[in-house]
């Protein structure tokens, strides 16, 4: 499998997803606070990053598939797996199909009722136009604090600590990548159920700041695998691991100590 990925740290294998439209970028600001204690393996899934798409239309689930080959490949049978929005999505997935030591999930998509909701349908189609049509633009405005925070104030927390290098690396990602479009129509009419128990504690956390996964639509939590831990990232969006990296790292921490308790 064709898989673009980064690999740093010694210690028990992490692997981390990142969520629709952007790479294993996105997790930079913790990757420094991991390193020392895992061997960190952090994707682009396909179609994201330097990966190159899957045919046709992949679910979740053929994305996770397509991760599972992947590790296979590198030789990694039991990973702890963290995952951000769709890669928390494809997390669950991918723990469906294989051992996994523990799952972190930070803002997971799948968790409606029924077919994606329309805010989601709407706000991720504009966002992508946005950046593919408008990004030398927007890549010029995100200098000023007040257009980084207007540009990225629905998916971050705290946009205006952000830097105007992490803004521009968003937006290039959201508007170059070939697998945008056909990732999103994979999820439309899908969502994920818990089948049965997976064997490894999942945690799961939300941004008090999140205005991507709306509470009522977009976090039906009883839908999550028996016996998951919902928690809260205080002052924290959607990309919770540029608004505070300190914090995920630590329930990264927190949720792969518990796998090491159940052993």
Known sequence: ????YARAGTGAPLLLLHALGLDRGSWDPVMPLLTAAFDVIAVDLPGFGASPPLPG??????????????????GVAHPHVAGNSLGGWVSLELAALRPVASLTLVAPAGLWR??????NR?????TRWMAAHAGRLLSRLVGLRLFRALVLG???GRPG???????RATIHAIGTCPGFDGALAGTLRRRYTAGPPLGAP???????????LLRRQSRHVEQ?????RVVSLKGCGHIAMADDPQAVASLIATSTGQAAQMT
């Not at 999942?202 to 991507?212: E, K, L, N, S, W």
Request: aromatic residues 6%.
């Open 114 to 119: 029924g077919p994606t909701p329309l805010y």
């Open 224 to 228: 999550l695998p028996p016996g998951a």
């Open 202 to 212: 999942v945690t799961v956390a939300f941004g008090t700041r999140d205005r991507v």
């Open 154 to 156: 629905q998916s971050h």
């Open 161 to 167: 600590r952000l830097t105007p290098e992490y803004a």
């Open 1 to 4: 499998m064709d898989i673009a």
């Open 122 to 126: 709407v706000s991720l189609r504009a």
């Open 57 to 74: 239309e992949p679910s979740p689930a053929v994305l996770a598939a397509a991760v599972a080959e992947f590790l296979d490949e590198i």
